[in-house]
């Protein structure tokens, strides 16, 4: 993805919000565009999909948005367009001393960020990426860390429940027409890292290295008999110039009349020459009696490892339900349904890439500190409900296990306190002071910090990750979550709690906002 | 946004499906490709919300898609993806003969194309776009015509249902951070067609013509507090960098205490300077509640013609709730109702951006018709819902308009026919044989082709539109529907129906489609 300044000016630094820029001019003319802050990027609460909710989410985006940060500087064009914003009397809104600033130090060169890394668990109300520089240009940054980080956690955890559900099946990203314009691209990298194994997108599969998949569609089979032959002559076509990678779509006519038998023809022929036929694809009709039926024909006609792609509106719950019938229905059909389920693969579009029931993840980023008179001031923002009142200061996260080395609470502690340190830990409900939980050493194998340094004044300071690394960190810790909390309905609510001294300091902040309204 | 040969990878011809590719080389291979086919794109339901559903949709993305299309080719690096993809026993999936084809012919200067403009009025069931050309880059189309069109149309449905309820009142996209990566780009643009009537997006709004919007947000406020200042330090500021601009966020600690008092004092203060206060925005809380009694409080300081910004999770319903509770309240507070409802402003972002409650259109590209043995044979598919078979063939898509200038059906007929030409149209239901409507000439007063030719062999042969002429378009187009088909809840069905000859051409494709099955 890396093509230095070739972005078009809705894909470049301008890609914000026109607030950022009235406010940066702001502090440029008050002199405050270079006191340092400090923003936390958090989300408040777990997608709800209506009938299901998500218990845990998947951090994803970083990488694609500090490609873009380390990217992205002011053209010409650019400087050309604010230069022409007049407001309602004809003045400029942007002063040319003020663009003149912008040209020489808009870019992201300054910024230090800290972050969880992609591909890790989060829960809600914990920074997942800290990011502090001077104020007008951490400010400009936050539209494009938010649609990013946003985006690409709410698919990644939408993925990540689809996996989980499958268990072992493969998982087909299939989204592209039906995704949000070209998020779409974002969509397929975010569902491989959340659990997808592979995309049918083939630009961006190539890109990240994980080859595209898919065969053939309806239409294929349309053009052959529209042209006065079969489908068993286009299925006959696709296994002539595919032998080794034969899956067929068996829908578009009849599945178990026509498009079954006519696969399992071809099979056969395809047999007899050395090849091993792949299997079949259901896209309509209830897939759960219709695969336990095909799966039925194929085994009698000895096609008994071929897959089954499983395809049409598919998503966590729709799944669970498919699976849950062949457990119960296969049986009476003489087929095993653990079988079955071994051999299902599951395309999954719609459903998935538009994250459905819960369309955005509620990410914010908030102002928690200033660098004023020498010292780091916690800011805060009195809201109508405590839930919403951002945790202040400069923080670390840490992921404590229990003895079942599983992960039992975050913890938000001061960025100068070590849990490991302490001879008990009190876990702080963040809002209720009556609600707190205690833990001995005993009884945790481990505590481990979550935020890593990324940037360090724009300086990389961290490896880059492979998708295949922040894969596996998204296996180990979804693995390490109680059961309880990665059920697709009513999920156990993981603790994310603070430390005494970082709940005094809320305390501390919150009083003084009163005071100073 | 020209930009010849500048797309990467993830954005250019490979913006596509495996299957696409996979598919023309069967075609490839099977002398096929060349084959003229014609592929109809349309939706097949409107967008259901949930609580609430369109009872129409707007047309958007064309002409983003015929950017792309006349811009993107296959690079070396896409060459190279494709010769580099192997199959499971490690042969290469694409042979160099159609990779070399591929090169050579794989863009769109082939391509045919008529269409319903951008911005108008749109059903289900009817081809908005009707694609010919060779069939195997039809299919490598498929993709990227779906996504860009299905998306654009999801928006511009959504903000022109947001435009029907606010009536005159300004409309604000503010979604870019909750949006799906850069789909938001596209987005604020679907909206603008929609009826935004601006965007805070920079870059896209500049690109577009239309000046991006936006003051300040809650962390400005807070900058200044936590470096011991004051929310009214922060409202001075602000008015003194955007004396005739100024639109002040009243929230950040208390609404009706401190916020709105502080605005009327800034306000007080750039009036003595000769500016005209902008107004105020709100963006927590019961927002009827909290904008009539800030009206109230702006109108006895003499602010009468201030604005009164609206923003946190707006859509069409919740717009509504808060115009049906200003309308029963204010009067209680001695604020007039409509003039409170004139001088609101409606910042919409997630709800909007998402198309929240209906993530996507189901527009599907089918295979309609092959130029086979010197005659276009109607292709179609058996499905096992009459609702979901295509209507076959080549049409026209006729818009009738009754006496009251109203739309009152849209009828599909075989390209060769002309309804004006009729002495007694029958509007046929698409799948229902007993259901059918008699119009005479004496009760239309026009009938109107909606699709137009756009393409022809790759050359355009319709003007670009701009923003402004799509727009108004789409005002035509929704002021000449009736009410109820424009209702949140529950709207009136519009017809679209079908001509007798398409009727009957319908029903012998599907015999003819079963007898081949």
């Given at each position: 993805m890396k093509q230095k300044n070739s972005y078009k000016t809705a894909e470049g630094i301008l890609f914000t919000d026109q607030y950022q820029l009235t406010m940066a001019q702001l502090y440029y003319r008050y002199g405050l565009y270079d006191n340092k802050v400090r923003f936390d990027y958090f989300f408040?609460?777990?997608?709800?999909y209506g009938q299901h909710k998500a218990g845990y989410c998947i951090h994803a985006g970083l990488e694609w948005l500090l490609n873009w940060m380390s990217n992205v500087r002011f053209t010409d064009k650019d400087v050309e367009y604010l230069q022409n914003h007049k407001d309602r009397t004809g003045n400029a809104v942007f002063s040319e001393d003020f663009i003149k600033w912008l040209r020489e130090?808009?870019?992201?060169?300054?910024i230090s960020m800290q972050a969880i890394p992609e591909g890790r668990v989060v829960h809600p109300n914990e920074p997942l990426v800290v990011v502090s520089g001077p104020l007008a240009i951490c400010q400009i940054l936050e539209t494009a860390l938010l649609n990013e980080l946003n985006y690409q956690t709410l698919i990644a955890t939408k993925a990540s429940r689809i996996r989980e559900i499958v268990e072992n099946g493969l998982v087909l990203e299939f989204g592209a027409r039906r995704g949000a314009e070209r998020g779409a691209i974002a969509a397929a990298r975010a569902a491989l890292i959340g659990?997808?194994?592979?995309?049918?997108?083939v630009g961006i599969s190539h890109e990240l290295g994980y080859p595209p998949k898919g065969t053939h569609a309806h239409s294929m089979v349309q053009v052959f008999i529209t042209m006065g032959m079969t489908e068993l002559d286009a299925f006959r076509a696709y296994a002539d110039v595919y032998p080794d990678e034969c899956l067929l779509l068996v829908d578009t006519i009849n599945t178990l009349e026509s498009g079954v038998p006519n696969a399992i023809k071809v099979f056969e022929e395809l047999s007899k020459k050395g090849h091993k036929p792949m299997g079949i694809r259901l896209d309509s009709g209830d897939l759960a009696w219709l695969a336990i039926q095909a799966a039925k024909m194929l085994n009698d006609a000895g096609f008994r490892d071929t897959v089954i792609v499983l395809s049409n509106e598919l998503d966590e719950l729709i799944i669970w339900q498919i699976l849950s019938q062949i457990k119960n229905e296969a049986p009476k059909f003489g087929v095993d349904a653990d079988d079955l389920i071994n051999r299902l693969v599951y395309g999954v579009g719609t459903r998935l890439i538009t994250s459905?029931?819960?369309?955005?993840?509620?990410g914010v980023y908030k102002l928690v500190a200033v660098y004023h008179e020498k010292e780091w001031k916690s800011a805060i923002k009195i809201s109508?409900?405590?839930?919403?009142i951002p945790n202040p200061g400069t923080k670390q996260v840490w992921r404590i296990y229990d003895r079942r080395e599983k992960a039992t609470a975050d913890l938000l502690s001061l960025s100068n306190e070590d849990p490991q340190d302490m001879q008990q830990i009190i876990l702080r409900h963040p809002t209720d002071r009556l609600k707190y939980r205690k833990l001995t050493?005993?009884?945790?194998i481990k505590c481990e910090p979550l935020l890593i340094d990324i940037l360090k004044n724009g300086k990389r300071v961290a490896a880059t990750p492979t998708i295949e690394e922040i894969r596996a960190l998204r296996r180990g810790d979804v693995k390490a979550l109680d059961d309880g909390v990665k059920r697709l309905m009513n999920p156990h609510v993981y603790h994310v709690s603070l430390t005494e001294k970082l709940w005094a300091e809320k305390q501390k902040a919150i009083e003084s906002a009163k005071e100073n309204g």
């Open positions: 408040r609460d777990y997608p709800d130090n808009g870019h992201f060169g300054t659990g997808a194994d592979f995309s049918s997108n459905a029931g819960a369309g955005a993840l509620n109508e409900t405590d839930a919403k050493p005993e009884e945790m």
